[in-house]
């Protein structure tokens, strides 16, 4: 990945970690994420909700297959894991 992606990526990250505990769980990206200028919205191909709905789906299976069933549990999310699904999904 190169550095300006990743850079791109841990100003995501900051933005959604408000609390700056280091890590972000998904209502905190749920609460937060606004999808409202992507391509497919504005091209009125889908909702927000939809849009919404589907980055989170890609995260939660992206770590479901990284994480054991015990620590699924955990909704956390660290900036290497952030970093990790970003290098995959591109």
């Known amino acids: 990945m190169c550095e300006r992606r990743k ?22 990206i749920r609460n937060t994420y606004n999808p409202k200028n992507h391509p497919d919205i ?23 297959l990284l994480k054991s069933d015990k620590e699924q549990e955990n909704t956390k999310i660290n900036f290497y894991e952030f970093l990790a699904f970003f290098n995959y999904t591109t």
């Open 7 to 28: 850079r791109l990526i841990t100003i995501l990250l900051e933005v959604l970690d408000k609390d700056r505990k280091g890590f972000v769980e998904l209502d905190d």
């Open 42 to 64: 504005l091209a009125g191909k889908r909702t927000e909700d939809e849009v919404l709905a589907e980055f989170l789906d890609n995260l939660q299976y992206h770590f479901s």
